[in-house]
């Protein structure tokens, strides 16, 4: 197994960097495996082969460089296709065949449901565990013979632990929030429980030299046979149960029990019972390297909460940590035992336990049998669980993170934004290529609902590029089981998803979009990070993967769990991961307390010129495994490693007495950034989420090489127009529009000092005339496209307007796509000039055609196009194409006509929800009909009601066509 291991991990490592492409050549021509990539949902069985082949179809031709298949429910009526029949496998083949055809790759969620790994094959016996107990009081001497009270909800499965007899405490001493010390519960990112430092009397407290294991005196049943000593005392029978945790939000034939996350046994029974299965159907072989077809299988975002128990964990827990757990376990019910610092060390080393439990025997286990099958494991390897998340991530071949729509997750869950940073971590600390993104993940009221256009997520994509996500993976692309489009927008995921799916109006206007994706995304997944400070997360578990302190503007860092620090390098008196990225600083846990061996550790890095900082020094080694007589000990080999070099200050203050320069400045707030680098260059990603045209100065901490603008939109470089290099550094002045964005490379060396001129896109100071064009318009409307229909309705406009400001209903309520026509003179326009035609305001995209010439799509502002070329005389006939969005359909045909199917009520979890879902796939729909109502639009989803207010659409201006000099132009003659 290991060779085949090694043996996969370096051919994938061939297979995602010799792409035999310079810099700019991958630049200029993304490869497929710099292409978005998208969730492809399949609802609740109602599938299709010819839907998939043209869903599919549809991906690869917009620029997409895979999929990745969920099978879930999301209260969608259940269709024809039962998950895990024969049918259904012959589905997945037929999507790893189509996909092998058009070049895509193709992941796969490892059980139905969004989370976690489940299934009707899960036994209760090889599902999640929780400990229970009861406690019986007794008083002797006295013959005891009864059965013990057990908890009768298992779920299908209890066995017992231990039973124990103790003398009763007084009451009133209790582990303070003891569900999330003992593993049953975790708390959301950003919150932690406080170690517990104030001691209970004696008589409060369980002896632990007073405890009696009498397991061996229960019968099976649960009857105890004992004699009572003396005196008040209490039976502690401790069981463990199924807690009957569930995959989330699966098909109809998919759900079932969730899997035990500490059993590798029981993880392998469930990966064989769908993937392994559907692998031997592919024909995977151990050692293939699958790059298009099935290529990666995954786990997504972890919702099932967490379990402190399995089989046998007793006997583990003694031969790793090496003494019994037996006299600890009234713990697990919130009891004290022996002292309260007894009590919390025993947790901190259970807990522990549970960590490295669920690293080694799921997440391990997952990619060791993903790798089997020569395929790459995909996950989101955090969550609310037992998991110390930096470890668990530590074997994932493609990291993935995830952010919603709006860029926050409401009160006390994770940071959407910055959780990128996480997986860019782990791809950085271990050396992957992909650190991906679970992007724009939307559900009322936070977005979806057919309101998202590129230009609207461009800030939110932009700001997950900063923080080192080089993969975005859309939420979502439903499949649509129809493959005409009759019934439009058609299928949906519920309530969930950004509607990124082919039935949108836009969605054959958005290749710009995902060429600029797939730019920045082969730039991000070049070369090297950069960084100041690498961040250990400690020993403590369960932890998620944040680091302990925030850095001022202009610094970047990574995180890293213990066996990255275990195995750093120190190189020039920086720190190196084993991935190759390089970091000025290490920076230790905040934290009183570590264990002997990593503090020798810091020692030998400090001793080999590593810049190590401690925001303060331990006290104490974590857990129970060192007797209180070596604490002197302990002290004098923290004093030993700290006086090799260690710093105690807090992190921004270690930044200034090493005096480090931040590596990028600039004066917007706003602004975003992140810097890599090869043997040959150096490349920043700067954006901001501007919502007007800004022009400011970055300055970058390299000199010596003149910055180049790499334009991902537009797929252009030049050399910046006005830049400097002042104090070291080189400064250089950029124009962005709304949401802009640009990367500036540093490749070619210079002696010059700095130059000035235009930089960036230029603004229009150069204009030499400017003409605004009144009309009058004629606009034609195909008004029953979504029908199928031919019949466009022209109207003449003397001005433009607002789509939904006219009487006419089918122009009020239109979704898609209108055309515009005008014909108007243009000044004589010379060669040292250019023409700009300008389109002002537009709801949502645009297309230009200028005396039959026809321009890319306009997808967000400002709405220009350069026309010159198209120019032969005075007079030039414009087209424009206007498209906008699905709501102003959907809203009219709730005004409009009467139901044509029924809806019922939709739950969220016990929240009733102000939305409805469809009851059943109507039959007309079955049948290949048209709505028997007249309604245009089909859809699963009820997002809008005739209560809701239109979306402004269409051309609204003002239209204007400008004349620039050629010295205002660029270095490639644009303005």
Not at 513 to 536: H, I, K, P, S, V
Not at 632 to 646: F, L, R, T
Request: one cysteine or more.
């Amino acid at each position: 197994m290991k060779m085949r291991v090694s043996a996969f991990t370096l051919a994938v490592g061939m297979v995602v960097t010799a792409c035999g492409l310079s810099l700019e050549e991958g630049f200029r021509t993304p490869p497929d495996s710099a292409k978005p990539q998208t969730w492809y949902h399949l609802m609740n069985g109602n599938v299709t082969k010819a839907g998939i082949t043209r869903d599919l179809e549809e991906l690869a031709k917009a620029g997409f460089g895979g999929v990745q298949i969920f099978d879930v429910g999301c209260d969608i009526p259940p269709g024809d296709v039962k998950f895990g029949s024969p049918e259904w496998f012959g589905l997945l083949r037929h999507i790893h065949n189509e996909a092998k055809r058009l070049g895509l790759e193709f992941g796969i969620h490892n059980c139905s449901g969004w989370s976690c790994s489940g299934g009707p094959w899960v036994t209760p016996a090889d599902a999640m565990k929780v400990t229970m107990h009861s406690e019986t009081a007794v008083t002797g001497p006295a013959r005891f013979s009864k059965k013990l009270s057990r908890i009768k909800k298992d779920n299908g499965f209890y066995a017992d632990i231990a039973v124990l007899a103790y003398p009763t405490p007084e009451p009133g001493a209790t582990l303070s929030n003891a569900a999330e010390k003992t593993g049953r519960f975790r708390k959301g990112a950003g919150q932690s429980f406080v170690r517990d430092t104030k001691e209970f009397p004696a008589e409060k407290r369980i002896a632990k030299d007073k405890i009696i294991d009498i397991t061996s005196k229960m019968a099976k049943d649960g009857t105890l046979t004992w004699d009572v000593p003396v005196g008040k005392w209490t039976i502690f029978r401790l069981g463990y149960i199924c807690n009957g945790r569930r995959n989330r939000l699966p098909s109809k034939d998919g759900d079932g029990l969730e899997v035990d996350k500490f059993s590798a046994a029981a993880f392998d029974r469930h990966f064989d019972a769908y993937m392994g299965r559907l692998c031997r159907e592919l024909g995977m072989r151990a050692g293939d390297v699958h790059t298009t077809g099935l290529s990666n299988i995954h786990v997504d975002s972890w919702e099932v909460g967490c379990q402190n128990w399995t089989h046998g964990l007793e006997k583990i827990f003694e031969k790793r940590l090496g003494y019994s757990m037996i006299p600890y376990l009234p713990i697990l019910a919130g009891h004290i035992v022996g002292s309260v610092e007894e009590s919390e060390r025993f947790c901190e080393d259970f807990r522990r336990l549970l960590a490295d439990l669920l690293a080694e025997n799921y997440a391990g286990q997952f990619a060791r049998r993903c790798h089997e099958y020569g395929l790459r494991m995909s996950a989101e390897p955090y969550g609310p669980s037992n998991a110390d998340d930096m470890l668990n991530g530590e074997v994932v071949d493609i990291p993935m993170a995830c952010f919603w729509m709006d860029g926050s997750c409401g009160p006390g869950k994770f940071p959407c934004m910055d959780n990128s940073h996480y997986a860019a971590s782990l791809a950085h600390v271990w050396g992957r290529r992909y650190a991906a993104d679970e992007a724009f993940t939307a559900g009322p009221p936070r977005g979806g609902r057919w309101l998202e256009t590129p230009f609207s997520i461009k800030w939110q994509n932009d700001r997950a590029f900063a923080n080192g996500c080089n993969l975005i993976v859309y939420h979502r692309f439903t499949h649509q089981p129809w493959t005409d489009d009759n019934y439009l927008p058609g299928m949906t995921m519920g309530r969930w998803g950004m509607h990124l799916d082919r039935t949108q109006t836009w969605w054959n206007l958005a290749g710009g979009w995902f060429r600029y994706q797939a730019r920045c995304q082969w730039m991000l997944q070049e070369g090297t990070f950069c960084a100041d400070m690498l961040f250990w997360n400690g020993e403590a578990a369960p932890k998620y993967g944040w680091p302990n302190a925030v850095l001022p503007k202009g610094y970047d860092y990574d995180v890293c769990a213990t066996k990255a620090v275990e195995m750093l390098k120190v190189r020039n008196g920086k720190v190196v991961v084993p991935g190759g990225v390089e970091y000025g600083i290490l920076v230790l846990p905040d934290t009183d307390t570590m264990t002997e061996r990593m503090v020798r550790r810091v020692g030998e890095l400090a001793a080999q010129g590593a810049r190590v900082v401690a925001p303060r020094r331990p006290v104490r080694a974590p857990g129970l495994g060192r007797p209180a007589s070596a604490q002197q000990d302990y002290e004098s080999v923290v004093k030993s490693a700290w006086a090799k070099g260690v710093m105690e200050c807090s992190p921004v203050e270690a930044l200034k007495r090493y005096g480090v320069e931040p590596d990028f400045q600039c004066e917007v707030n706003e602004a975003a950034w992140i810097h890599r680098r090869d043997g040959s260059a150096d490349w920043y990603f700067v954006a901001c989420g501007n919502t007007t045209n800004v022009v400011f100065e970055a300055s970058f901490r390299t000199a010596g090489r003149v910055p180049e603008v790499w334009d991902a939109e537009e797929g252009t470089i030049r050399e910046a127009g006005n830049w400097r290099v002042e104090n070291g550094r080189t400064v250089v002045r950029l124009d962005f529009p709304p949401s802009g964005s640009t990367f500036i490379v540093f490749r070619r060396e210079t002696g010059a000092s700095g130059k000035s001129g235009a930089s960036g896109k230029s603004g229009v100071s150069g204009i030499s005339g400017t003409s605004g064009i009144s009309g009058p318009w004629a606009v034609a409307f195909p008004v029953d496209w979504y029908t199928g229909g031919t019949n466009v309705k022209t109207l003449v406009w003397t001005s433009l307007k607002d789509w939904t400001t006219d009487d006419d209903l089918d122009v009020k309520y239109f979704s898609g796509t209108a055309t515009y026509r005008v014909s108007c003179p243009v000044s004589h326009v010379t060669q040292k000039s250019r023409l700009i035609l300008d389109l002002g305001k537009v709801k949502e995209f645009a297309e230009v055609t200028v005396n039959g010439k026809k321009y890319p799509p306009l997808w967000r502002p400002p709405f220009r196009v350069d026309i010159t070329d198209a120019i032969r005389h005075s007079t030039v006939d414009i087209e424009i194409r206007v498209t906008n969005l699905w709501p102003n359909r959907l809203i009219g045909d709730e005004v409009l006509y009467p139901a044509d199917c029924e809806w019922k009520w939709c739950w969220h979890g016990w929240q009733k929800l102000n939305e409805l879902g469809i009851k059943e796939i109507p039959q007309w729909v079955k049948e290949g009909k048209r709505s028997p109502t007249g309604r245009h639009t089909f859809t699963t989803w009820k997002h809008w009601t005739e209560e809701d207010n239109l979306l402004p659409s269409g051309l609204l201006g003002p239209v204007t066509v400008s004349v620039i000099q050629s010295d205002n132009m660029d270095a490639e003659g644009k303005p």
